[in-house]
């Protein structure tokens, strides 16, 4: 269509006072139609936003379910290190557990051998004890033997001083 052409449209349609107002009614719904699509072309500009904030909060989520991931595996692998740990330190204490029973057994042994010894030595200190006190006995009795020896070789001294005197 040439500019005379819609020049000799529009003055038909202005001549017209029905086409005038269905003309301005066109002309209101177009303006509507802009400003709607105005408004949509905003709406959309903000879904855009939104979804361009939404993509970098999900990279955002990604990056801390990764760095999650890693944090898991590091904690899987130090649970790991510790049940070893723990199986080993386990496997000590069962070690030193029977270690310990059997010292004990032995300790309880021995204190049963030094209590036997313990009684042995108090028989044998009974013993000597009687011992000591029959040799007492022996060397009282021996004193007075020895004193009435001594006393019997005085007199036969003395009567063979008196014989060899005679």
Same mark, same amino acid.
């Given at each position: 269509?040439?500019?005379?052409?819609?020049?000799?449209?529009? @003055?038909?349609?202005?001549?017209?006072?029905?086409?005038?107002?269905?003309?301005?009614?066109?002309?209101?719904?177009?303006?509507?139609?802009?400003?709607?699509? #105005?408004?949509? %072309?905003?709406? @959309?500009? /903000? %879904?855009?936003?939104?979804?361009?904030?939404?993509?970098?909060?999900?990279?955002?989520?990604? %990056?801390?379910?990764?760095?999650?991931?890693?944090?898991?595996?590091?904690?899987?692998?130090?649970?790991?290190?510790?049940?070893?740990?723990? #199986? &080993?330190?386990?496997?000590?204490?069962?070690?030193?557990?029977?270690?310990?029973?059997?010292?004990?057994?032995? /300790?309880?042994?021995?204190?049963?051998?030094?209590? &036997?010894?313990?009684?042995?030595?108090?028989?044998?200190?009974?013993? @000597?004890?009687?011992?000591?006190?029959? =040799?007492?006995?022996?060397?009282? =009795?021996?004193?007075?033997?020895?004193?009435?020896?001594?006393?019997? /070789?005085?007199?036969?001294?003395?009567?063979? %001083?008196?014989?060899?005197?005679?």
């Amino acid at each position: 269509m040439e500019l005379s052409d819609l020049t000799t449209l529009m @003055v038909a349609i202005a001549s017209d006072p029905q086409k005038a107002e269905r003309m301005k009614e066109l002309q209101a719904e177009t303006n509507r139609a802009q400003n709607e699509r #105005a408004q949509s %072309a905003l709406l @959309v500009e /903000h %879904a855009n936003q939104v979804l361009a904030e939404a993509r970098k909060m999900r990279e955002e989520a990604q %990056a801390v379910l990764t760095a999650a991931d890693l944090r898991q595996s590091e904690l899987d692998a130090r649970e790991v290190n510790l049940g070893c740990l723990i #199986a &080993a330190v386990n496997a000590e204490k069962a070690e030193w557990e029977a270690l310990r029973q059997g010292v004990d057994a032995d /300790h309880a042994e021995r204190a049963k051998r030094l209590e &036997a010894i313990g009684q042995d030595v108090g028989k044998r200190m009974i013993e @000597v004890v009687d011992r000591e006190a029959a =040799a007492d006995q022996k060397a009282t =009795a021996a004193e007075k033997l020895i004193g009435i020896y001594e006393a019997k /070789h005085q007199r036969l001294a003395d009567a063979m %001083a008196l014989n060899v005197g005679l």
